[in-house]
Every structure is written in C-alpha cells, then in structure tokens.
C-alpha cells in the first residue's frame, strides 16, 4: 500500500480516537482505515494501536509515531501548496534563449523592459546554444525559446509574439561603385554580406516571390549587426533586420534595394512547454512582449 496513504489514515485514527470515526472524517470505511493502520504496523515492524471495542488508544511507539507522521503530512501539505501558489504567481526565475541575432535585436530590449517591470520574477536571458530540435530547451532547464520559423511539434506549444521587417540595402559608395538593382535576379552580379544562418533569401509574397541562394559572398557572419557595419563601409549588398538598420537607413548610410519588391517579414515564435496550466510568469512574459512590440512599432522607410 501507499505509505502516505497509511500515515494519513493512521494519523487520523490518532486524532478522532476511532476507526469509525476516522472512516467517516476520511470518507472511507472503517474495515479499510484498520487496514491501513495494520498495514502501517507491519511495515514497521511494531504495534502502534491497542484495539478495544468501543475505542482504540495508542501505543508509546504509536504516540511516537502519529507525531512524526502528522508533521511529515503537514510539511508535504505545505509545500504543494506553495508550489501551487508559485504556479499561479508571477515570481520566481524565468529562463529564456534564443539565437544571437534575435537577442541582440529588438528582443533583448523587449526582455530587459519586461524585467523592469516585474522585479519579482528573475530573468536568466542566454543567446546561442540552441538545438534544431524544438524541445531540447526544455531538457536544458529553459522555460522559453524563441524562433523565427514555423514549428509544428506536438511536444511544445508556440505563441507568435510579432513579425521582424527586414529591407534589403546597401551603401550610396557600393552602388556607385557597383551599380544598382533592376530586378530580384540581378543579386547574383553582386557581393553580398550574408547571415551564416540565412544563406538563402526570399523576396517578394506569394506565388511572385523568388528565393535566391547567395553564392558571392563577400562578408559572412553571425551577427546582423556586423553585416549592417560592413553594408555601412561599402562592402555589398545585406539582408537586415529593419529595426537596427533604421538610423542608417534613415541618415543615407545604406540605401533600399528595389523598393516595389518586398521582402518577406520574419515571424518571431516564443515556445515553452506541453500541459493544460501554463505557469502564471510564463503568461505573463508572453503577455507582455506581445504588448511591447505591439507598442514600439518599427517605423516605416521611405522607399
């Protein structure tokens, strides 16, 4: 039998003085409380109960014993609840990571503003590190993971948190130097400074778009944020986010490429764990950066 199962009973039968009595409080009946204590008795080793009639009075071990044991329930009753009520709170630590070049982008200001305004919740942010397979965070002690592409993974449950701009561009000396583009295809002819994770891209929507598999690369990196320095110094064409691109884009630092022809936004996904409750800080992280990039819009370029 189950050992808190007949601990419970017993500690009732100590505290109502009966099996009757304890059957009733437990919503059981009497034969099977007594079985239980008896059970308990066996295990131990040792008689905790002398059984009358009309009463049952406990042993020196059984008074021993009910003490232990009602303290043991108690602490394992406490702590479901508070682990219930961390459940249903925003507090505790919150672990999430994500590829470098999301980080360093606009996500890492959204986390930093939602850690302002939740001080009880302990934020642990790390960029890098993750797997192709959508679950492995888990595994790794991370609560949420973001992506930019479409998973579908029964393991996991996905929430769009926003849609990242990107602008195809380059600076006013490459393209005088180089010329400009006339059409999608005309990328080939030209030096490009590529993510080392995007080494593919699309442009235009629907049936009209095109994908374009980058072979002159004259610049390659992880990092959108070196991409868009070496745009900057003339070193070719990028693909980049249009948040950090926006100044320069703005300034005439870097000039936007074929301007009827769009270029596909990247849906950012927040993913975290299977089950019917999602924990309270979860909820409210992905309540709050749905906000917050709702409230900072990227403004729009001219083109």
């Given at each position: 039998?189950?050992r808190?199962?007949v601990?419970?009973?017993?500690v009732?039968?100590?505290?109502?003085?009966s099996f009757s009595?304890a059957?009733?409080?437990?919503?059981?009946s009497g034969?099977?409380v007594?079985?239980?204590v008896?059970?308990?008795?066996?295990?131990?080793g040792?008689r905790l109960v002398?059984r009358?009639a009309r009463?049952?009075?406990?042993?020196e071990?059984g008074?021993?014993?009910?003490a232990?044991?009602?303290?043991?329930?108690e602490?394992?009753d406490?702590?479901?609840?508070?682990?219930?009520?961390?459940?249903d709170r925003?507090?505790?630590?919150?672990?999430?990571?994500c590829?470098k070049?999301i980080?360093s982008?606009?996500?890492g200001?959204?986390?930093?503003a939602?850690?302002?305004?939740?001080?009880?919740?302990q934020v642990r942010f790390?960029l890098g590190g993750?797997?192709?397979?959508t679950?492995?965070?888990?595994d790794?002690g991370?609560?949420i993971a973001?992506?930019t592409?479409?998973?579908r993974?029964?393991s996991v449950?996905?929430k769009?948190?926003?849609?990242?701009?990107?602008?195809?561009?380059?600076?006013?000396?490459?393209?005088?130097a180089?010329?400009?583009?006339q059409?999608?295809?005309?990328i080939?002819?030209h030096?490009c400074?590529v993510h080392?994770n995007?080494?593919?891209?699309r442009?235009?929507h629907?049936h009209?778009?095109?994908?374009?598999?980058?072979?002159?690369?004259?610049?390659q990196s992880?990092s959108?944020?070196a991409l868009?320095k070496a745009?900057v110094?003339?070193?070719?064409?990028?693909?980049?986010?249009?948040?950090?691109?926006?100044?320069?884009?703005v300034?005439?630092?870097?000039?936007?490429?074929?301007?009827?022809?769009?270029?596909?936004?990247?849906p950012l996904?927040?993913?975290?764990?299977p089950?019917q409750?999602?924990p309270?800080?979860?909820?409210?992280?992905l309540?709050?950066?749905?906000d917050w990039?709702s409230r900072?819009?990227?403004?729009s370029i001219?083109?």
């Open positions: 039998m189950d808190l199962l601990m419970h009973s017993f009732t039968v100590a505290q109502v003085g009595g059957a009733k409080k437990l919503g059981s034969s099977l007594s079985r239980h008896a059970e308990l008795e066996r295990q131990l040792v002398n009358t009463s049952v009075s406990l042993t071990p008074q021993r014993y009910a232990f044991a009602a303290r043991i329930l602490e394992i406490a702590e479901d609840a508070g682990i219930a009520h961390l459940h925003a507090e505790g630590t919150l672990s999430i990571i590829p070049w980080g982008l606009d996500l200001d959204a986390i930093a939602f850690s302002a305004a939740h001080p009880k919740i790390e993750i797997s192709d397979r679950y492995d965070f888990l790794s991370f609560d973001f992506h592409r479409d998973l993974d029964s449950r996905l769009k948190i926003a849609s990242l701009p990107f602008v195809l561009c380059a600076s006013g000396d490459y393209l005088a180089n010329g400009t583009l059409e999608p295809n005309d080939g002819a030096e400074l080392v995007d080494p593919v891209w442009l235009g629907g009209t778009s095109t994908l374009h598999k980058i072979r002159n690369i004259a610049f992880n959108y944020i868009q745009a110094y003339g070193r070719g064409i990028a693909l980049l986010p249009q948040r950090p691109a926006y100044d320069d884009l300034s005439g630092a870097l000039e936007v490429l074929l301007p009827d022809v769009p270029v596909p936004d990247r996904y927040a993913i975290y764990g089950g409750a999602t309270r800080k979860i909820g409210v992280f309540e709050f950066l749905t990039f900072n819009p990227i403004p001219k083109r």
